[in-house]
């Protein structure tokens, strides 16, 4: 075993206490904070703190982009990682220092957006660079409790931050985080001298986004460049996008649309944008880059589009899961915490928030019972558990898990004392959709991609989040709307209770449109030869 595997571990296990102690606080602290004092007490204000929240997130999974470039073509993985680490430490100072000031405390969030971010791709890899050949078969052990200790570490952020928050105040609840950070980065340090730190690979001529760039500029007699077309169109509309925000902004012009835009959500459709039109326009002239490339690096940016369709309709899978960390915690400070029980824990749980330790605590003990128990039961009653079906499942159990959560609504809704007990029920419906989707989706993507586009898919994924994100902002923005509002209310329904039926009607949709596609989609085999 490698000595300095440990020090990545410990490392590990403070950075992500350090990331879920900040954000599974961050709404609360927001809500109840001066920072949207301008705002009533009530939807408005919650519905600030929610996007604020959810554009953190959408910064937290797009900064892995730079992270990765940064990493693959200039620094190394080393370097990266302590510098991203750095800004990581500075964000937290931010938090704990500037909680009455906005420009603070905001830029503290963009910082650990920025760091966070920038490191999340690279730990991992950088803890498989340290085993070769002659050791490589203890890799899967450092893997598993690599795992382990993410859900451990977060486990206990979300049990305790609520409680520093509560007993402590904010300065402390985001300093505490903040100190685990510091002492992760001097960790990483110490072991500076032992690590293997594999060089970074430079320009790639033969990478995906050149093979694309081939194929789009790449000219055949008398067919035209339809592809490319569709590629300048997507741009257009991006630019486009921008500019109307940006005239927006300055009050030249006022689009209906653009009042409830903000830069985040304009810039991330412009995103998705030019990777819908680039995607389609690149697989229709793709076959063109044949011969300026190899037949492998084509036939790998061909997998790579493939799997992008998959990854596209996992994103409403994301805009219910990370709404835990706000809706849900929203809808618990409405719930009565059962202290008079003699089952609950009211020396430990006394906060809403802290319900979010169900989500790891329940991931460690669903992925050893579904590997164990429910997937070789299956298969015994002659079911095939593929990891597209496994996929397609648990878009469909969250949006079983946000029916719950609607149906705790409409009971809150009536009037009732609702005990915060019944949240535990859409969070083990939530987290085992989880199981299914997120686990299952980096296996199957691992085994779709060719190896030398494993880099890229990993980049891909991570945008799922952004775009699960996006659509919580795009639906918060519409909600604002007089037509929309209007409609809520002649349904009857809050306008908690209607969204939250609104997410689950989302994800049976994706997960309808997800097993069509299933269904077609050409299986692929990419492992690597032993």
Not at 83 to 94: E, Q
Not at 172 to 188: D, E, K, R
Not at 466 to 485: H, K, P, Q
């Amino acid at each position: 075993m490698p000595r300095q595997i440990s020090y990545i571990i410990g490392n590990e296990a403070c950075e992500r206490f350090s990331f879920y102690g900040m954000r599974n606080i961050l709404v609360p602290f927001l809500i109840s904070s001066v920072l949207l004092a301008y705002l009533p007490e009530g939807p408005q204000r919650d519905g600030a703190a929610k996007d604020i929240f959810h554009m953190f997130v959408i910064g937290v999974y797009f900064f892995p982009l730079l992270g990765g470039w940064l990493s693959d073509r200039f620094f190394g993985k080393y370097h990266t990682i302590l510098w991203f680490s750095l800004i990581y430490c500075a964000g937290h100072a931010c938090l704990a220092l500037f909680e009455n000031n906005a420009a603070g405390f905001y830029t503290g969030l963009f910082l650990i957006a920025l760091g966070s971010g920038g490191i999340k791709p690279l730990v991992v890899s950088f803890c498989g660079d340290q085993f070769d050949q002659s050791n490589k078969d203890k890799a899967k052990l450092v893997f598993d409790a690599f795992y382990w200790i993410i859900n451990f570490g977060s486990f206990f952020a979300s049990l305790l931050a609520p409680l520093f928050l509560r007993h402590f105040g904010p300065a402390v609840a985001f300093g505490i985080p903040g100190i685990l950070m510091f002492i992760a980065t001097f960790v990483f340090w110490l072991g500076r001298r032992r690590y293997v730190d594999v060089p970074p690979a430079g320009r790639d001529p033969h990478a995906f986004f050149e093979v694309v760039k081939t194929a789009l500029r790449a000219e055949r007699p008398g067919a035209g460049r339809p592809g490319l077309l569709v590629a300048l169109f997507g741009i257009a509309v991006a630019v486009l996008l921008l500019v109307l925000w940006a005239l927006s902004a300055v009050g030249v012009v006022s689009p209906a649309w653009a009042e409830s835009f903000n830069f985040v959500i304009s810039a991330c459709l412009a995103l998705g944008v030019i990777i819908a039109a680039g995607g389609v326009g690149a697989s229709m002239q793709l076959e063109r880059a044949r011969g300026s490339h190899p037949d492998a690096a084509v036939d790998g940016v061909r997998a790579v589009l493939r799997i992008l369709i998959v990854f596209a309709l996992v994103t409403p899978f994301w805009s219910l899961f990370d709404q835990k960390a706000s809706t849900w915690i929203i809808q618990g400070r409405e719930m009565v915490i059962p202290h008079a029980a003699w089952w609950w824990p009211s020396w430990l749980i006394q906060d809403a928030a802290q319900m979010q330790a169900l989500n790891p605590l329940l991931v460690m003990l669903l992925i050893p019972f579904n590997n164990l128990v429910l997937y070789p039961a299956l298969r015994a009653m002659g079911l095939s558990v593929t990891p597209l079906r496994r996929m397609g499942w648990g878009i469909a159990f969250s949006g079983v898990a946000w029916i719950a959560a609607g149906a705790i609504q409409l009971w809150i809704d009536g009037g009732e004392q609702v005990s915060l007990a019944w949240q535990s029920l859409p969070y083990l419906l939530l987290t085992f959709g989880e199981v299914l989707v997120s686990a299952t989706a980096l296996e199957f993507a691992y085994s779709q991609a060719p190896q030398a586009m494993k880099g890229v898919i990993m980049a891909f994924w991570y945008l799922t989040s952004t775009f699960g994100s996006l659509w919580v902002l795009l639906t918060n923005a519409s909600v604002r709307n007089e037509a929309v509002t209007a409609y809520i209310a002649s349904s009857g329904l809050s306008e908690n209770a209607f969204l939250m039926f609104f997410f689950a009607g989302f994800a049976f949709l994706a997960a309808l449109a997800f097993a069509a596609y299933a269904r077609r989609y050409p299986m692929q085999d990419h492992y690597r030869v032993a």
